[in-house]
């Protein structure tokens, strides 16, 4: 077995990205609800409507000025639902390349990273 596999940084790195997709996981979730709601034109003042706007209004209002809302039959196509999804996915897949930056690596596994980084 790779030494680098049985280092004690690598539980708590493996927790963390854990942590990192299963976040991720329920934002997108929500934010997914949001989407198909618009989407199919779901009654604003609804219990469990006005609950996902809510909750996820706070992760999409920094894009909602991106995009113009298309307005179709009374559904509205929330282009910035789909501009949150992708940039929190993005934010997370940053993370958690940046929590594998902090894995004890051996001299010879890290010399062969460099090697194919050279190439």
Request: no cysteine; hydrophobic share 50%.
């Amino acid at each position: 077995m790779d030494s680098s596999y049985s280092s004690s940084t690598t539980k708590p790195l493996y927790r963390g990205t854990q942590i990192v997709w299963y976040v991720l996981s329920i934002l997108e979730i929500l934010l997914a609800f949001r989407f198909v709601l618009k989407l199919m034109g779901a009654n604003p003042l609804a219990g469990f409507t006005s609950f996902i706007y809510g909750v996820t209004y706070v992760f999409t209002a920094p894009f909602l000025s991106v995009f113009r809302i298309t307005h179709i039959a009374g559904s509205i196509f929330e282009w910035t639902t789909l501009l949150a999804m992708l940039v929190y996915a993005l934010v997370a897949w940053g993370i958690v390349k940046l929590l594998f930056m902090g894995k004890t690596v051996s001299t010879p596994e890290a010399a062969e990273k460099m090697n194919e980084e050279e190439k």
